[in-house]
């Protein structure tokens, strides 16, 4: 049986490369949908890093179908703010981020990974 899947989660594949090289290679291996994990380097980027991510799905002519929210940091281990008390002001701020990307692009996914103890 062959599988057939439409959207594609290059964070994931080609979390090396760049986003602009990511869409390049999903766009040529036919994709044009995406899921991405957080694309910013913090839970608060700028509105420039944020019209950069729209811009460069746009220019590719990939649909954004699903986002993470900020997870904390993948490098530090953290998967998730969503269901950890400590973090509530940092998930805030992500939380307005994908608000606004969601108003201007549609896509809102809450990463909340695992209930950590308090």
């Given at each position: ?10 964070s ?39 019209d ?8 590719w002519?990939?649909?954004l ?51 950590q103890?308090?």
């Amino acid at each position: 049986m062959v599988y057939r899947f439409d959207v594609v989660n290059p964070s994931i594949l080609l979390g090396g490369l760049s986003l602009d090289d990511q869409l390049q290679l999903v766009v040529q291996h036919g994709f044009d949908a995406v899921e991405l994990w957080w694309p910013f380097p913090d839970a608060a980027p700028s509105l420039a890093e944020q019209d950069a991510v729209l811009t460069s799905l746009s220019t590719w002519g990939v649909s954004l179908v699903s986002m993470n929210l900020y997870e904390g940091g993948m490098a530090d281990g953290h998967r998730g703010l969503v269901c950890r008390s400590d973090t509530q002001r940092v998930l805030e701020k992500s939380m307005a981020v994908s608000e606004a990307i969601d108003r201007r692009d549609g896509v809102l996914n809450p990463q909340c990974a695992a209930r950590q103890p308090d």
